[in-house]
């Protein structure tokens, strides 16, 4: 009966409406949202604990990222696994996916602690300024500790949203994100039992929240029915064919990843090296853009489920009309967000600012307010770069990604950056040209694969099931977003 009635539900809902992709898409974007949230809250209390601590936190936090990148990409790629098999209806497929990538978060997690030891030379290498590069130790040592339950926690939220279930893993967020964010402002500065710490207090306070994740999906799948419908605790076991199919479709999602962050760390360790004030301008400028880019990567999850889910239907048409909405929203959400960007950047720029106003926090909030209108003309890329890559890599095209995204990235800015540090004048804006034109590139090259329609023909599931539903015709553009 509770199969059926949900079942029906479902049905009421058109497949490839606007409808569907808000109920599968509002919940990831508010989940996101409150992320970003989260790393705002962060970097706001390490600006008033010191200017070194904010100018620390980015650069090791985007090295532990790219360290733990092919990994996360991996274990998120499960839910594409998840989105074909449950468009083909095939429950135990669907369960046997979720256990082939807590199998890769397990080996992966353990492979990432390595790191800790090696954090005082890594960044002794990048030589920051001797004062900073003693808190980025810190920083990512403590973060590498999370990594693991961050990739079970990520593997176990595709079970969710790749059925596109969203409304618990947006609980679950939530729930971490106000424990992360009290934890936050207890560790840093000193609160009831806790000592002040810093830096410190903020590393231990994500992997605190990264451990409560994990606990809160264990409890969910535990205590709700879909673990039992879907037999989830019989297809535990290894499957050759399934974990070979994940990493061959999930290494270049993986890769993708962390050619995408290692271009950005790249970006920011140079930009760290023409000064402190550039450094920390950076981080307060990507950080209030992740307020809108962050968000984003809820709706691109929802793309890529539901582009999953009409590939294992066989139905690759209603993913085209689901694809072009979402790229319609989202665009009038990025350019929404660039006009406050460039008409309101004092506002925003106000809660970081400390209780004793000092002349570095004076250049450096006159330095950020330049570079949030960089982030103002990439933002409308971001859009296309999100929703078009989402929709391509749904169905399984993600070597082209990979590949794309590792050429333009140093062809456009990772290069260009060096020869602009090295050579040019204008060394912090000559970067964020080169960063913005990375991102014009890269979110009309998606655009153009998209169109191009090959990864209609793809799927990371067997062949032999379903077969192909009949289908209205191509839609243009403009029957698409109708």
């Not at 040019?424 to 998209?450: E, H, M, P, Q």
């Not at 209609?456 to 243009?476: G, L, N, Q, W, Y």
């Amino acid at each position: 009966m509770e199969e059926r009635s949900s079942t029906n539900s479902d049905t009421l809902v058109r497949p490839g409406s606007l409808r569907e992709l808000a109920n599968v898409a509002i919940p990831l974007v508010l989940s996101c949202g409150s992320l970003s949230i989260m790393h705002v809250v962060d970097r706001i209390f390490l600006t008033w604990w010191s200017t070194d601590a904010v100018a620390a936190a980015l650069p090791a936090g985007m090295i532990q990222w790219a360290a733990m990148s092919i990994a996360m990409g991996m274990a998120t790629y499960v839910n594409t696994f998840v989105s074909q098999y449950e468009g083909a209806g095939q429950k135990g497929r669907v369960s046997e996916s979720v256990w082939q990538g807590l199998y890769l978060a397990l080996i992966w997690g353990g492979i990432l602690l390595l790191g800790v030891p090696l954090a005082g030379t890594f960044f002794h290498w990048i030589d920051h300024a001797p004062e900073v590069q003693a808190l980025e130790v810190d920083y990512f040592s403590i973060l590498c500790l999370g990594s693991g339950p961050a990739l079970i926690s990520t593997v176990l939220s595709c079970f969710y949203t790749g059925r596109g279930k969203t409304m618990v893993v947006m609980w679950v967020n939530l729930a971490s994100v106000m424990l992360n964010m009290v934890l936050d402002y207890c560790l840093i500065f000193g609160a009831g039992p806790f000592p002040a710490m810093g830096i410190k207090g903020a590393a231990i306070a994500t992997v605190a929240a990264n451990v409560s994740m994990l606990v809160f999906y264990a409890f969910v799948i535990f205590a709700k029915h879909e673990a039992r419908e879907y037999g989830l605790f019989n297809h535990y076991r290894w499957n050759r064919d399934l974990f070979l199919r994940l990493i061959r479709y999930g290494f270049p999602n993986g890769m993708l990843y962390f050619v995408d962050i290692i271009g950005f760390t790249l970006f920011i360790v140079l930009v760290g090296r023409i000064g402190k004030i550039e450094l920390a301008a950076t981080t307060i400028a990507f950080n209030l853009n992740s307020l809108a880019f962050v968000p984003m990567m809820g709706v691109g999850t929802a793309v890529m489920t539901l582009v999953g889910k009409r590939i294992g239907e066989g139905r690759p048409q209603l993913a085209v009309r689901t694809t072009w909405k979402a790229f319609a929203a989202s665009a009038v959400y990025m350019l929404l967000f660039a006009a406050v960007y460039v008409g309101l950047p004092d506002l925003l720029l106000r809660p970081y600012e400390p209780e004793v106003i000092t002349e570095d926090f004076l250049e450096v909030r006159h330095t950020a307010v330049v570079l949030l209108r960089f982030a103002a003309l990439f933002s409308f890329f971001d859009a296309a770069v999100v929703v078009f890559g989402s929709a391509i890599r749904g169905a399984g095209d993600t070597r082209f990604c990979m590949i794309f995204s590792l050429v333009t990235g140093w062809a456009i800015m990772v290069i260009p950056t060096f020869l602009i540090w090295k050579y040019a004048d204008a060394k912090l804006f000559g970067s964020w040209t080169a960063c913005t034109s990375y991102l014009g590139v890269l979110g009309i090259g998606y655009l153009i694969r998209f169109q191009a329609g090959h990864w209609k023909k793809m799927r990371v599931i067997e062949d032999h099931f379903p077969e192909p539903a009949s289908e209205d015709p191509e839609p243009t553009v403009e029957e698409a977003l109708t």
